[in-house]
C-alpha cells in the first residue's frame, strides 16, 4: 500500500487494461476517477473497489468529445482537489487490409486512438501546469514499433501515439513526467471489434498466446509510483512465450 496516494484518472476503465489498472491502483491506495461509455459497467467496477475499501467514482466519458473529456477532468478536479495522472488507455481495433476501405473504421480509431489521447492531455495539462507537477501514462501499443497486414491504420494511430508521447516529455521535462506504454497480446475486447473475416481469423491465431490485462496493469502501477526525480519513459510488455 503506497504512501503516498495520487488522484489517478483512467479512460477506457469499463473493461480490459482500464479496468485491471483501476483494480491494481484500488488495490495501491491510489483514488480514482473512472471513464467510459458503458456506465453499467463503471458503476459496478466502483461499488466494488470502494466496498473492498478503495476510493473510486465514475463519469461517463466520450474520449473522441474535446469538451466531454475537459468535463471528466474537471469533475475529477473538482472531487478530489487535483490530478496526479492522467492515464490516457482508451483504444479501439477493427482491423482490416486497406483494399477493404472501411474508411468508417479508420476514421473510428483515430478518433478514439489519436485524437481520444490529445483531448486528454489538453484537458489535464492545463491543470498539472497549475499545479506544477503531473504525470501522462499513454497506453499505446507493440503497434507503436511495427506493422502487420490488416493493422495499417491501427499501427498508424499507435504510432501516433508514441510521437504525441515523446513530445509531450520533451516540451514537459521537470514538472510533467510522461510513460508510453506497450502492450504486446493482451487478453481485451479489443479483438470483438474486427468485422473483416479475414483480419478476424488472424487475429484469433494471433492471440493464442496472450497477457492478462492485470500484467499491463502492474506495468502501469509500476512507472506511476516511482518517486518524483524518475520519469519512466517507455514501457513495452510482451508474453514470455511469445517471439512476436
Request: a neutral charge; charged letters at 20%; glycine letters at 8%.
Amino acid at each position: 500500500m503506497t504512501q503516498t496516494p495520487k488522484v489517478v484518472l483512467v479512460t477506457g476503465a469499463s473493461s480490459g487494461i482500464g479496468e485491471a489498472t483501476a483494480r491494481s491502483l484500488a488495490a495501491d491506495g491510489h483514488r480514482l476517477f473512472l471513464g467510459a461509455r458503458r456506465t453499467d459497467r463503471l458503476g459496478a467496477l466502483t461499488a466494488e473497489l470502494t466496498a473492498a475499501g478503495g476510493t473510486a467514482a465514475f463519469r461517463r466519458l466520450d474520449v473522441t468529445d474535446a469538451a466531454d473529456v475537459r468535463a471528466f477532468v474537471a469533475a475529477a478536479r473538482e472531487r478530489y482537489g487535483r490530478v496526479d495522472v492522467m492515464v490516457n488507455n482508451a483504444g479501439v481495433m477493427p482491423l482490416s487490409p486497406l483494399e477493404a476501405l472501411r474508411t468508417d473504421e479508420w476514421d473510428r480509431m483515430i478518433d478514439v486512438n489519436v485524437r481520444g489521447v490529445l483531448h486528454g492531455i489538453a484537458a489535464a495539462l492545463p491543470v498539472m501546469r497549475a499545479q506544477g507537477d503531473g504525470h501522462f501514462v499513454n497506453v499505446a501499443s507493440v503497434g507503436a514499433y511495427e506493422v502487420s497486414p490488416t493493422a495499417a491504420v491501427y499501427c498508424a494511430t499507435k504510432f501516433a501515439v508514441r510521437a504525441i508521447s515523446e513530445g509531450l516529455r520533451q516540451e514537459s521535462a521537470g514538472d510533467i513526467r510522461v510513460t508510453l506504454v506497450s502492450p504486446g497480446v493482451t487478453e481485451s475486447e479489443l479483438a470483438e471489434g474486427i468485422s473483416d473475416p479475414t483480419a478476424r481469423e488472424a487475429m484469433r491465431a494471433y492471440r493464442a498466446v496472450a497477457l492478462p490485462a492485470s500484467a499491463v496493469a502492474e506495468a502501469i502501477v509500476f512507472a506511476v509510483t516511482r518517486s518524483r526525480q524518475v520519469d519512466v519513459n517507455e514501457l513495452v510488455v510482451r508474453p514470455a512465450a511469445s517471439a512476436q
